[in-house]
């Protein structure tokens, strides 16, 4: 390894594991502390110079690259001032200085820093230092306790959970070890989820996902060598985005089936409904205050409107022209992926789709690292069998 390739790396390292770690921070009771924002104020300028200093001092840019990220970059901060919401400017930067960068190592870094923050946040919650919100609610005549382990909601930490489980399968070598422990991470994680933070959906979705990562290997090892079946897979994140769109628009309580779907997903279909008839679907973004339960612990209110899809969040808060771009974009990284018979990442990006359907967090890097391969790279030769 280079020094010049040593460099960069580790200058884009340092600015991602700040940025993790501040989005980390917003999703956890420590940002009620008295020192969280010493802690943000630590963390952005680093984030900032780093990202940029990568971006003006190390890369090469072409003009036609130019121009993709002014128009890129332009777009984030229309959406970011109209919508309030400063993440996605920070996202694009961090999507444009990830060129050249191997995502194996961006990987590695999530795979670390995640689940150590993760721990230390559970130990802090345990230790009475920040508050361990319990939820309780009554199902099937039990009452069940949802912890949030330090985490403002308990599908948070699960959420978090659920995405160790998905980057560990991607970045996990390929012998009959690393599939043991896949396994068991992904029994015990599915187990937390749903015994000691009652998060149905995450619990689930990692059973899910254990099906659809080995169905691929069986079936999809080669999948880069069919035309036809790669160029389907393209359209997997679109499919998922209008599915849910049109479930949401349609849905009526009249009718049995969506009223099923919309019970089976506790009631978020009626309250993505409620929002697309209460607001406009904006050109570049609109600020809507979402009203959730996170951060205490309360009944929910006549307030209440939370829209916990990705997709719809997307479309109500940032926009049509944003939305497309972000689809855009994630086609691309599958075609990318697919055409170097990745089957790994079709089995991520199935998942990643279906539970943008049902969660809030596609935009979220602390979560979806998986954004950064548009830009940076991944085992670029055809993937070799497990």
Same mark, same amino acid.
């Not at 780093?50 to 003006?56: D, E, G, M, P, R």
């Not at 993709?68 to 930067?93: C, E, H, M, P, W």
């Not at 599908?155 to 396994?183: C, D, E, P, W």
């Given at each position: 390894?280079?020094?010049?390739?040593?460099?960069?790396?580790?200058?884009?390292?340092?600015?991602?594991?700040?940025?993790?770690?501040?989005?980390?921070?917003?999703?956890?009771?420590?940002?009620?502390?008295?020192?969280?924002?010493?802690?943000?104020?630590?963390?952005?300028?680093?984030?900032?110079?780093?990202?940029?200093?990568?971006?003006?001092?190390?890369?090469?840019?072409?003009?036609?690259?130019?121009?993709?990220?002014?128009?890129?970059?332009?777009?984030?901060?229309?959406?970011?001032?109209?919508?309030?919401?400063?993440?996605?400017?920070?996202?694009?930067?961090?999507?444009?200085?990830?060129?050249?960068?191997?995502?194996?190592?961006?990987?590695?870094?999530?795979? *670390?820093?995640?689940? @150590?923050?993760? /721990? %230390?946040?559970? =130990? $802090?919650?345990? !230790?009475?230092?920040?508050?361990?919100?319990? +939820?309780?609610?009554?199902?099937?005549?039990?009452?069940?306790?949802?912890?949030?382990?330090?985490?403002?909601?308990?599908?948070?930490?699960?959420?978090?959970?659920?995405?160790?489980?998905?980057?560990?399968?991607?970045?996990?070598?390929?012998?009959?070890?690393?599939?043991?422990?896949?396994?068991?991470?992904?029994?015990?994680?599915?187990?937390?989820?749903?015994?000691?933070?009652?998060?149905?959906?995450?619990?689930?979705?990692?059973?899910?996902?254990?099906?659809?990562?080995?169905?691929?290997?069986?079936?999809?090892?080669?999948?880069?060598?069919?035309? *036809?079946?790669?160029? @389907?897979?393209? /359209? %997997?994140?679109? =499919? $998922?985005?209008? !599915?849910?769109?049109?479930?949401?628009?349609? +849905?009526?309580?009249?009718?049995?089936?969506?009223?099923?779907?919309?019970?089976?997903?506790?009631?978020?279909?009626?309250?993505?409904?409620?929002?697309?008839?209460?607001?406009?679907?904006?050109?570049?973004?609109?600020?809507?205050?979402?009203?959730?339960?996170?951060?205490?612990?309360?009944?929910?209110?006549?307030?209440?409107?939370?829209?916990?899809?990705?997709?719809?969040?997307?479309?109500?808060?940032?926009?049509?022209?944003?939305?497309?771009?972000?689809?855009?974009?994630?086609?691309?990284?599958?075609?990318?992926?697919?055409?170097?018979?990745?089957?790994?990442?079709?089995?991520?990006?199935?998942?990643?789709?279906?539970?943008?359907?049902?969660?809030?967090?596609?935009?979220?890097?602390?979560?979806?690292?998986?954004?950064?391969?548009?830009?940076?790279?991944?085992?670029?030769?055809?993937?070799?069998?497990?």
């Amino acid at each position: 390894m280079s020094d010049k390739y040593s460099n960069k790396t580790v200058i884009y390292l340092i600015g991602l594991v700040c940025y993790i770690t501040n989005m980390f921070l917003n999703y956890s009771m420590f940002k009620y502390t008295s020192g969280i924002l010493l802690a943000k104020f630590t963390l952005f300028p680093i984030i900032i110079l780093c990202l940029f200093y990568k971006i003006l001092f190390i890369d090469k840019v072409s003009l036609k690259e130019l121009i993709f990220y002014l128009l890129f970059v332009g777009i984030a901060v229309i959406v970011s001032i109209k919508s309030g919401n400063r993440q996605i400017l920070t996202l694009s930067l961090l999507i444009i200085s990830s060129k050249n960068i191997n995502f194996r190592y961006i990987l590695l870094t999530f795979l *670390i820093i995640v689940p @150590l923050l993760l /721990f %230390i946040t559970f =130990l $802090f919650s345990q !230790a009475n230092i920040i508050p361990n919100l319990q +939820y309780f609610r009554v199902r099937e005549g039990e009452l069940k306790i949802r912890n949030s382990y330090g985490m403002i909601y308990p599908t948070i930490f699960a959420a978090y959970l659920q995405y160790i489980v998905i980057g560990y399968s991607y970045f996990m070598r390929k012998n009959s070890l690393s599939h043991i422990t896949f396994i068991i991470l992904s029994i015990l994680c599915f187990f937390i989820c749903l015994y000691m933070a009652d998060a149905r959906m995450s619990a689930y979705s990692i059973v899910l996902y254990l099906f659809i990562f080995y169905f691929c290997s069986l079936f999809f090892r080669n999948i880069g060598q069919y035309k *036809i079946l790669s160029t @389907l897979t393209v /359209f %997997i994140f679109p =499919l $998922f985005f209008c !599915a849910i769109y049109f479930l949401s628009a349609k +849905y009526d309580p009249s009718s049995s089936i969506l009223e099923t779907i919309n019970s089976a997903l506790s009631g978020r279909l009626r309250l993505a409904h409620s929002a697309l008839e209460t607001y406009d679907i904006p050109l570049l973004g609109q600020e809507i205050k979402f009203v959730g339960l996170g951060g205490a612990v309360q009944d929910m209110g006549e307030d209440y409107n939370y829209v916990d899809s990705s997709f719809l969040q997307f479309l109500l808060s940032y926009g049509t022209i944003f939305s497309i771009f972000s689809t855009l974009l994630m086609m691309v990284i599958t075609w990318k992926r697919i055409k170097l018979s990745d089957y790994r990442f079709l089995a991520i990006i199935i998942i990643l789709s279906f539970n943008s359907m049902i969660e809030d967090r596609l935009l979220d890097i602390s979560v979806n690292i998986y954004w950064l391969l548009a830009l940076a790279y991944y085992n670029n030769t055809r993937i070799k069998h497990d």
